[in-house]
């Protein structure tokens, strides 16, 4: 089975700093794209910033300049550095992973790690 554990979450104050991680793991054989999605209370899930296995990103209009994404291959770990932040951010921060492991290639969503940026 394949598992996407997120880490990193927490409480900070706006202008402040966080650094999310999600680890993939189990029976693995490539990993395509991985990202983060974010959903606050009320709200639809949405996109936050996605990378590719050859390092291409992609982020959302509210966190260019802001947040940065990046992947260690080796560790199959996707990372998300949020600088700024601010009280908007507040919401859950999904990982999602694009793979193929032994029951095919899929969508892999992990459990959720709880951000709030207080004001």
């Known amino acids: 089975q394949v598992q996407l554990v997120e880490s990193g979450g927490g409480l900070v104050q706006a202008g402040g700093s966080l650094r999310l991680s999600c680890a993939a793991s189990?029976?693995?054989?490539?990993?395509?794209?991985m990202g983060w999605y974010r959903q606050a209370p009320g709200k639809q899930r949405e996109l936050v910033a996605t990378i590719t296995s050859g390092g291409s990103r992609n982020y959302a209009d509210s966190v260019k300049g802001r947040f940065t994404i990046s992947r260690d291959n080796a560790k199959n770990t996707v990372y998300l550095q949020m600088n700024s932040l601010k009280p908007e951010d507040t919401a859950v921060y999904y990982c999602n992973s694009d793979l193929r492991g032994s029951s095919g290639r899929r969508g892999y969503w992990g459990q959720g790690t709880q951000v709030t940026v207080s004001s």
């Open positions: 189990g029976s693995i054989f490539s990993i395509n794209v």
